[in-house]
């Protein structure tokens, strides 16, 4: 069992990843060609800005869901450093079950935001708001599975010791 | 509940929970204990961090910074450093600064200034007799100036909390960032004096020929900066151009860049940046709280009631900067810190610009210093030594900063004196 959701957690990463490169590929392309329409040919490029902050809010929510599954989040170890195995395990546990539930709150509130507001179409693309707020309820809910395969993963360390 | 929002983040820290999930969890206990219908607003705060344009810089700066790494363009600022300094006594140590400073004006990091000048130099500088703590000491301690050099990213990030120009910022950076790195050298060479005279003189012909191959590199930074200072582009295309630049070079011009190395550069740059955004929109949700309990007034108003003036303020606020900077990481020190003191400190007449270039300055240097020295961290991975032997050579190297903090302190002028001419 807990086998199979490191495969799994593994696979979602890489494809994660893939996505994130591919979507920072994208934003930097649209701000590059923004520059040169500006410059090369006195004109502009309708909506540039706003898919552009679309790519980046996917970026950093998606993202940050990553460097969940991937323990990467700046921290301070100062403490747990000084612990020995075992009680590291339990605050790391409790450090994933709290995150967990942060992460749970934002997706709740994210969705019933969306239900508010999500259909208003934005300014230029008029695209309705919902694919960017969609953002925020996908990364908290990547982020809360990802806290859980941590705790799969800190017990099965936990059972091997 | 002022206190209850401090200790909370504080215990959350020090257990080790992320420093973004420790601020939104200490919001979380603030709207549990006091109005429950608020934790519905805090998707709305957290898209609001998420949601700025000159934010999307940072993922470029850090690309900019990765491919600029990946085309090996160390060995060319190396060589052309050691063309100005290699002739003198302990020449490799400054040749170190000298690169740093360089480099600073590249990648806009500390962190991958140490990686890729450390593990050039520290084996180098080994083998020609220094000390292996000093070699990581001057390595460490000449990568801070890569946050104050423009272009900088935690400029940056303090830009975009404060709501300052950018290429004001950036421009503040220059002469402060100069002098730390000239007050190291007078350092080095001090120290490091007895170790041997690394070159010989060059012939005329070598010095051009060095010269011409670093240019394209040692242009970066002009061309990035002066964008943003000229008002040709925002800060985010003037990183986006310096993207393009970089792979540029790396794919034409030193030849060393690959697709499969711009992919990952892609990947990882994604990634990095979306842990100091997830900092940004959870800190965004904290400030909005401490404003709820003007927590930044009670502040400001205390502050002007220990009349120290607005000298001995800042000097008191430099300290606390540089203790803060021991133990919490830039990015996030930068959005706590800027919040609280900031409208302090301006009520006090001293130039929000002044402020950024002190804490940026400051936290440069907890960088370098145990316990979280993200520099330490990883110039320990480079030299195999532990981060408190590096921390020793490094320390009296930092006093080179600790000076400059004094003395911008008590003379603005210099780091208000560029932007105030460029950009009035």
Not at chain 2, 41 to 60: C, H, K, Q, T, W
Request: charged content about 10%; glycine content about 10%.
């Amino acid at each position: 069992m807990a086998m199979t959701v490191a495969g799994l957690e593994r696979r979602l990463t890489a494809l994660l990843d893939a996505f994130l490169g591919a979507t920072l590929l994208a934003m930097l392309l649209v701000i590059v060609v923004l520059v040169v329409m500006r410059y090369g040919f006195q004109s502009g490029l309708v909506g540039a800005n706003e898919t552009a902050t679309m790519a980046f809010v996917y970026v950093s929510s998606l993202g940050a869901a990553v460097a969940i599954g991937r323990d990467e989040h700046v921290r301070v170890n100062f403490l747990a450093a000084r612990l020995g195995a075992r009680p590291r395990a339990h605050l790391q546990s409790l450090a994933a079950v709290l995150v967990g539930v942060l992460n749970l709150t934002l997706l709740f509130g994210g969705m019933a935001w969306i239900a508010e507001t999500g259909h208003t179409p934005m300014p230029v693309t008029q695209v309705p708001r919902v694919v960017l707020q969609a953002s925020i309820p996908i990364g908290c809910g990547l982020a809360v599975l990802f806290c859980v395969t941590r705790l799969v993963a800190l017990r099965r360390d936990g059972a091997r010791r | 509940m002022t206190v209850l929002l401090l200790v909370s983040l504080l215990v959350l820290i020090a257990l080790g929970i992320p420093v973004a999930y420790s601020l939104g969890l200490s919001v979380l206990l603030y709207v549990g204990l006091t109005d429950a219908h608020l934790a519905l607003s805090m998707p709305v705060r957290l898209m609001a961090g998420f949601n700025s344009y000159a934010l999307m810089s940072l993922p470029l700066f850090i690309l900019m910074g990765q491919l600029m790494n990946a085309s090996k363009i160390t060995a060319r600022l190396i060589d052309f450093s050691m063309l100005l300094a290699g002739r003198f006594r302990g020449g490799l140590g400054l040749v170190n600064v000298l690169a740093s400073m360089l480099f600073g004006g590249i990648s806009g990091s500390s962190a991958s200034d140490t990686a890729s000048i450390g593990s050039v130099l520290i084996p180098e500088m080994e083998r020609r007799g220094y000390r292996k703590e000093v070699a990581a000491g001057i390595t460490v301690a000449s990568s801070t100036m890569g946050m104050v050099i423009p272009p900088s990213i935690p400029m940056v990030l303090y830009g975009v909390v404060a709501q300052q120009s950018i290429g004001r910022l950036f421009l503040g950076g220059v002469l402060p960032g100069i002098m730390v790195g000239t007050l190291q050298m007078v350092l080095v060479r001090i120290l490091a004096g007895h170790a041997p005279v690394e070159t010989g003189a060059f012939s005329a012909r070598v010095a051009i020929r060095r010269t011409a191959r670093s240019l394209p590199v040692l242009l970066m930074p002009l061309v990035v900066v002066g964008a943003v200072v000229l008002g040709i582009a925002t800060a985010t295309e003037s990183a986006a151009l310096g993207v393009l630049y970089a792979a540029l070079a790396g794919f034409l011009l030193t030849r060393a860049l690959t697709f499969s190395g711009l992919w990952n550069g892609l990947r990882s740059s994604a990634l990095t940046s979306s842990k100091i955004m997830i900092v940004i929109a959870l800190s965004q949700a904290y400030t909005w709280v401490l404003a709820l309990e003007r927590v930044p007034e009670s502040i400001a108003s205390y502050v002007v009631e220990l009349g120290l003036g607005a000298t001995g303020t800042l000097l008191l606020v430099n300290l606390f900067v540089l203790v803060a900077g021991t133990v919490i990481d830039v990015s996030p020190a930068i959005l706590l810190l800027t919040p609280v003191f900031a409208p302090a400190l301006e009520s006090l007449g001293v130039s929000p610009i002044l402020f950024g270039v002190l804490l940026v300055t400051g936290l440069a240097v907890g960088a370098c210093t145990p316990p979280v020295g993200t520099c330490l961290n990883v110039c320990a991975a480079i030299a195999g030594l532990d981060i408190a032997r590096i921390f020793r050579g490094a320390a009296p190297f930092l006093m080179a900063n600790a000076a400059t903090l004094v003395i911008v302190t008590i003379f603005p002028r210099i780091a208000l004196w560029l932007p105030e001419l460029l950009i009035p």
